[in-house]
């Protein structure tokens, strides 16, 4: 069983910064992709930005320039830098991890989620 905790969320006024985190533990065989997205209300849970074990990292358009993902592949961990965060990057951020278990099966594990409130 794999196990994801993410912490950093909370309440920010527009154009603060927040630092997301999400670290994966338990029956880990190998991690391919760490990722983030989002979820607001009445919407669609969307990717808000990806990153492979190798460092190639993907952004959606809303959040380039502004949000920067990074990993540490020996702690199982990736993060979010978030910058000039705006009301509307405001929504549940979901920590995604996708790879083996240490027997070999498919892991796909979501977090719980941690909220983000961007508002003055």
């Known amino acids: 069983q794999v196990q994801l905790v993410e912490s950093g969320g909370g309440l920010v006024q527009p154009g603060g910064s927040l630092r997301l985190t999400c670290a994966a533990s338990?029956?880990?065989?190998?991690?391919?992709?760490m990722g983030w997205y989002r979820q607001a209300p009445g919407k669609q849970r969307v990717l808000v930005a990806d990153?492979?074990?190798?460092?190639?990292?993907k952004y959606s358009d809303s959040v380039k320039g502004r949000f920067t993902i990074s990993r540490d592949n020996a702690e199982n961990t990736v993060y979010l830098q978030m910058n000039s965060l705006k009301p509307e990057d405001t929504a549940v951020y979901y920590c995604?991890?996708?790879?083996?278990?240490?027997?070999?099966?498919?892991?796909?594990?979501w977090g719980q989620g941690t909220q983000v409130t961007v508002s003055s």
């Open positions: 995604k991890v996708d790879g083996l278990t240490s027997w070999g099966f498919d892991l796909n594990s």
């Open positions: 990153i492979t074990s190798g460092g190639s990292t």
């Open positions: 338990g029956s880990i065989g190998a991690i391919n992709s």
